[in-house]
């Protein structure tokens, strides 16, 4: 009875458990049912009203779709949204209508590639529970969010590929969950938190492309899981962490392009299961370490572009799977270790631009994967071993510059693969073994430069896919074989510099891809193939120096894309087909040294791009056609020494790009036309040995541009017009009829320049003193010189007069802030103002100097632009208020007055007037509407803007303004910091010198000591050492600026490399600014000097740069350093200004090797015989050749 009575207790207990259970769950429901409702419909909301489902709404046409089915939305059980993931679709808005505590269960955000703008906002913290960030590949900027700090939960955060900026906080260690960080390419700045360091489950951190500094902290040592790392593209310095050996997990360690310094730590070593190290473009000294060969599972080792010494460890054969080895650009020294030839995956090895020595080890030849083998610009001697002919899988061959012999081994034929063969500039010897021809994959072939001899093979002939050939500079001779014409591919022949005869081959015709056909310097002998004229493709044709003969043929006005066409120093004859007026393309024209006869075809003046046209030295006769005037873009027209006859066309006034115009030694009369005037661009105007008569016309002195004038050996009559004084010795008007005095100048001109005119006078040494006004003269004459020079007097002094009555009422005026005493004292003073007027307009239209009107903040002063009442705009340099108490920014504020009131010149920034109070100090300038050439070339467009022609002429507006601080002011104005930010531009793009608070003035009389002024990348490197203040000082900050022009950035990088690696070859499309079109043939780009280097670029756009460090006559036993002066001038024995002589006088100059020395040859085209002019210098330094390159 009492286990049935306890059983039917228990049945009832249970059933009144589960009815009592089943009501709680049912009253629970009631209760959360309304606010689970709520939260979803919360969540629909804000989606819908973050705009980026709006597109979604109008697909689905309003039905009634949960917010779960939208694309890129996930959600749990329940119906809240867990995940969003959108990529690729276009956003375009910012976060701010996007409500992020809206998503409490959020796990998952992945909005990238979708365009969204603005900063990360702080209400994205509220997302307690996300895992995975990730915001990258758009356009958020602004600084993060402290608030992203809170996501505790996060395990990706990916914000890579943004413009977000500011500093990295040191919150972000407190995320202990994370496993990758990824802030790549931003605008990230400071350095990187040490507390990162407590982020210990991290396996990926990548932090590159950004503006980040200081040291690596070595609290990374802690991230022990960490799998990549890498911090490539910013600004890090100091020595890498020995503590970077803890991360024994690491595969990826990059830390490129960087300000590293000091050895690679041993302890890389410990990493052993590292797959890429990548130290490039560092500053790492010291010697590669040993250990790096304990990398056994190492793929990518790249070191190049550092300070590395010392020689290649044997230890790196044993990096069985390295796949690539690049250790190009440092210093490295020794042989190449055999041992090399032990990495049986290498693919590619890469040791250009080192020191190198030895002989090229024959186990290379084991690399059977080896795809790249680079061992240019090296001091590597001896043969090239056989054995390279093994690498079945070689692509590409460059032993450039280095000094091997012996011949070229035929094994290199069965190299089947190779694309890409290079061996220029050796002393290899023998003849090009025929077996080359079995590369049928061959696209380039280069063995420039060295001494190779015997005829091409026919053989190459099958190389269908060779694109370039060039076998230039050696002594090959025999003829051209015909077969080349079977390279349908061949885009470059160039032939240039060897002992070929022998006729053109017309098969050569069929050569329908060919771009450039260089033949120059050669024995070749017949005549040019009329099947050069289907060369369709042709670009550039150079057949300069040979034997040719007969006459042009009509057949190359086909050549509708030539650009370039030298014929000249042949035995052409017959005369210029008219057929030359369909190339509309044609950028150079050189008939140079022929036997052209006939005249000047008048369909010239079709060709609209043409910038050189030279038909010198050859027996073209009849006039100068006026068609001629049309070539817009003609920037030399060189037609010396013909037979041209009548007058000299006023259409040329047209040329108003012409740079250089020569028509002597010719038989040209009438008068010279005054359209010359028109010419703003004109350098260089010969006209000498002709028949010319009447006055020098008054419009040359619109040249502006002009610095070198030859009228000699003519019938020019009248008096010199005195503006020729501002050409200097770059004048000649000797044997002519000239009368007169010869104008005063301080010491430019000699006798030389103006003998040969019988009624000169002057007082230079040779001519007779002039004699005063009042002989020989009538009564009535003389009184009307008195009458001319007595009224200007009288009015001067009256003038004079009313000037101090108006001066002594200003001073009798007080004003509110004179009358208060300053330590400094207190001046004022603006030109063509009254003081207090002007000084009340500046503070109004600068509401007292609000910085609303800053356009500009330097060292000690802000630039503020002004409109006045009058509506003139000036610009306002203030000095800052806490410097203005500074003796040594008074001085300096005073030393800029002082400068800008005692010069004037046409490219000198202009100053109004000045203001020196206690209470504000400012200059008063002209206002430059283009703001200074650094803006202006670090902004893309406007540096399209700025296009070769108007970069010359800053270059040459700069040039003016310097040599007339050096030389037209006494004493002599030193700038001390010619830099971009100091050139100002106007609306026009034209230069301005300005910002002299660091000028100084140079007492002859003493030692000009001084401390370093100037800015970093600009200052003479001398100066650090003899702070000696010279005109050098601007001197080498000209050329640093001209460079800059040209290259578009500070040429800081080049300039290091010139000097470290004497023997590196650049080309100029490879530093010229990549944002503009390669200069044309018209742009007539100047010669520049700065300390140790001369810079010389000609109408051709060659560019030849020399680096000569401490070099010195070997005729003198004075060393002459270079200056201004020799710029300007044409003394004999100054090496610069003998280039410049060259390029007046239109001389050729060469270079040869003596041996120790190298000669200049300069050959003068003036005249028939062969003038040579030989200089020897002795050169420390190598030889730099930089030229335009095909």
């Known amino acids: 009875m009492a286990p049935s009575v ?23 429901a009631g209760s959360v049912a309304e606010p689970k409702s709520s939260l979803l419909e919360q969540e629909a909301k804000a989606l819908l009203e973050s705009g980026w489902w709006s597109w979604w709404s109008n697909y689905t046409n309003g039905t009634s779709l949960s917010h779960c089915e939208w694309v890129g939305i996930k959600c749990n059980e329940g119906g809240s949204v867990t995940k969003i993931d959108i990529t690729g679709a276009y956003l375009g808005d910012e976060f701010r209508k996007f409500n992020f505590s809206s998503f409490p269960n959020l796990v998952f955000l992945r909005l990238c590639h979708t365009g969204l703008r603005g900063s990360i906002p702080p209400e994205i913290g509220t997302l307690s529970k996300v895992t995975h960030l990730n915001l990258s590949s758009n356009h958020l900027t602004g600084e993060l969010p402290l608030s992203l700090t809170n996501l505790t939960q996060l395990v990706t955060l990916d914000l890579s590929y943004n413009s977000i900026f500011g500093l990295i906080h040191k919150r972000l260690g407190s995320l202990k969950n994370l496993l990758e960080l990824r802030m790549n390419d931003n605008r990230f700045l400071g350095t990187i938190p040490s507390t990162l360091g407590l982020l210990t489950n991290l396996t990926y951190l990548s932090a590159g492309g950004n503006q980040l500094t200081g040291e690596l902290p070595p609290s990374l040592a802690n991230l022990t899981q960490l799998v990549t790392l890498n911090i490539s593209y910013n600004s890090f310095s100091g020595s890498i962490p020995k503590e970077l050996g803890n991360l024994k997990n690491l595969l990826e360690l990059i830390l490129s392009y960087n300000h590293f310094t000091g050895p690679i730590p041993s302890t890389l070593g410990l990493l052993t299961n590292l797959s890429n190290l990548n130290l490039s473009f560092n500053e790492i000294n010291g010697s590669i370490v040993s250990e790096i060969g304990l990398l056994k ?50 693919g590619r090895l890469n040791v250009h631009n080192n020191k190198l020595v030895g002989s090229i080890p024959s186990s290379l030849g084991h690399l059977s994967n080896l795809a790249s083998l680079t061992l240019s610009s090296n001091q590597i001697n001896g043969s090239i071993p056989p054995e390279i002919g093994n690498m079945k899988n070689l692509g590409r061959l460059n032993l450039h510059n ?16 190779l694309a890409s063969l290079t061996l220029s500039s050796n002393q290899i010897s023998g003849s090009i073994p025929s077996e080359i021809g079995n590369m049928k994959n061959l696209g380039r072939l280069n063995l420039h430069n060295n001494k190779l001899v015997g005829s091409i093979p026919s ?88 034997k040719l003969v007969g006459s042009i043929p009509s057949s190359l006005g086909h050549l509708s894309n030539l650009a370039s066409l030298t014929l000249s120093s042949n035995q052409i004859t017959g005369s210029i087909p008219s057929e030359i007026g369909n190339m509309k393309n044609l950028g150079r024209l050189n008939l140079h040294n022929n036997k052209l006869v006939g005249s000047i075809p008048s369909s010239l003046g079709h060709l609209s791009n043409l910038a050189s046209l030279t038909l010198s030295s050859n027996q073209i006769n009849g006039s100068i056609p006026p068609e001629i005037g049309n070539m817009k873009n003609l920037g030399q027209l060189n037609l010396h020494n013909n037979k041209l006859v009548g007058s000299i066309p006023s259409s040329l006034g047209n040329l108003s790009n012409l740079a250089s115009l020569t028509l002597s030694s010719n038989q040209i009369n009438g008068s010279i036309p005054p359209e010359i005037g028109n010419m703003k661009n004109l350098n260089d105007l010969c006209l000498d040995w002709n028949q010319i008569s009447g006055f020098i016309p008054k419009e040359i002195e619109k040249c502006s541009s002009l610095w070198n004038l030859n009228l000699s050996h003519n019938h020019l009559t009248g008096s010199i017009p005195p503006w020729i004084k ?63 020079i007595l009224v200007p007097v009288i009015v001067f002094f009256v003038l004079l007069l009313l000037g101090c009555f108006c001066l002594h009422r200003c001073g009798v005026k007080k004003t509110k802030f004179v009358s208060r005493e300053t330590k400094n004292g207190d001046l004022f003073s603006i030109w063509n103002y009254d003081g207090k007027i002007a000084y009340e307009d500046i503070i109004e239209a600068t509401e007292n100097f609000d910085f609303r009107y800053c356009i500009g903040v330097g060292g000690y002063g802000s630039v503020y632009k002004a409109q006045l009442s ?69 902004d893309d467009v406007e540096a399209i803007e700025l296009d070769w022609t108007k970069r010359v002429n800053i270059i040459k507006s700069i040039s003016h303004a310097l040599c007339y601080m050096h030389h037209e002011c006494v004493p002599v104005i030193v700038h001390r910091d010619i830099t971009s930010n100091n050139i100002l531009l106007n609306s026009e793009l034209e230069a301005f010198v300005s910002d002299f608070d660091t000028a100084r003035l140079l007492d002859p009389n003493s030692s000009n000591q001084t401390i370093v002024a100037g800015t970093y990348g600009y200052v003479a490197p001398e100066l650090a050492y003899t702070m000696v203040v010279t005109e050098k000082n601007d001197v080498y900050s000209f050329g640093v600026v001209a460079l800059e022009i040209l290259m578009g950035r500070h040429p800081g990088e080049l300039l290091t490399s010139l000097s470290s690696l004497p023997s590196q070859c650049v080309m100029l499309n490879e530093i010229l600014d990549q944002r503009l079109p390669p200069p044309n043939r018209m742009t007539c780009l100047p010669m520049f000097i700065f300390d140790c280097y001369v810079y010389l670029v000609d109408l051709y756009g060659q560019v030849l740069i020399f680096y000569m460090n401490n070099f010195k006559w070997t005729q003198s036993s004075e060393e002459k350093n270079n200056n201004w002066h020799d710029v300007y001038s044409n003394e004999e024995g100054v090496f610069a200004s003998q280039y410049i002589k060259c390029i007046a006088m239109r001389k050729v100059y060469m270079l040869r090797n003596t041996g120790n020395n190298f000669a200049i040859d300069v050959y003068n085209l003036d005249h028939n015989d062969s003038e040579v002019l030989s200089h020897s210098l002795e050169l420390k330094k190598n030889f730099h050749w930089v030229d335009l390159g095909d």
Not at 407 to 416: A, K, R, T
């Open 297 to 346: 599972n190492l793929l990518y080792l790249d070191l190049q572009q550092n300070k590395l010494i010392g020689s290649l460890p044997m230890s790196l054969g044993h990096l069985s799977n390295l796949a690539s080895l690049t250790l190009s650009s440092n210093q490295i020294s020794g042989s190449i270790p055999s041992e090399i030839g032990n990495m049986k995956n290498l």
């Open 459 to 546: 053989s190459l002939g099958h190389l269908s896919n060779l694109a370039s050939l060039t076998l230039s500079s050696n002594q090959i001779s025999g003829s051209i074989p015909s077969e080349i014409g079977n390279m349908k591919n061949l885009g470059r022949l160039n032939l240039h510099n060897n002992k070929l005869v022998g006729s053109i081959p017309s098969s050569l015709g069929h050569l329908s891809n060919l771009a450039s056909l260089t033949l120059s310097s050669n024995q070749i002998s017949g005549s040019i193939p009329s099947e050069i004229g289907n060369m369709k493709n042709l670009g550039r044709l150079n057949l300069h120096n040979n």
């Open 402 to 417: 280095n000094k091997l012999v012996g011949s070229i081994p035929s094994s290199l034929g069965h190299l089947s693969n």
């Open 726 to 788: 501002k050409l200097g010795y770059g004048i000649d008007l000797s044997y002519n009829n000239l009368t007169g005095k010869v104008p005063n100048t301080s010491h430019y001109f000699q006798f030389e320049q103006f003998k040969g005119n019988k009624d000169l006078c002057g007082d230079i040494e040779g001519f007779p003193p002039c004699p005063p006004f009042s002989q020989n003269m009538s009564p009535s004459s003389q009184t009307l010189i008195r009458l001319k």
């Open 6 to 28: 306890s059983i039917s207790i228990l049945i009832v207990a249970w059933v009144l458990c589960n009815f009592m259970h089943e009501t709680t769950m049912i009253i629970a």
């Open 870 to 938: 009058s509506g003139k705009v000036v610009a306002l340099k203030k000095l800052h208020r806490l410097e203005a108490d500074d003796s040594n920014f008074d001085k300096s504020f005073k030393n800029e007055v002082k400068m800008l009131t005692e010069i004037r010149h046409r490219n000198i920034v202009k100053l109004h007037g000045y203001c020196l109070h206690n209470r504000c100090m400012f200059l008063v300038y002209e206002y430059m509407e283009r703001g200074s050439l650094f803006c202006v070339l670090s």
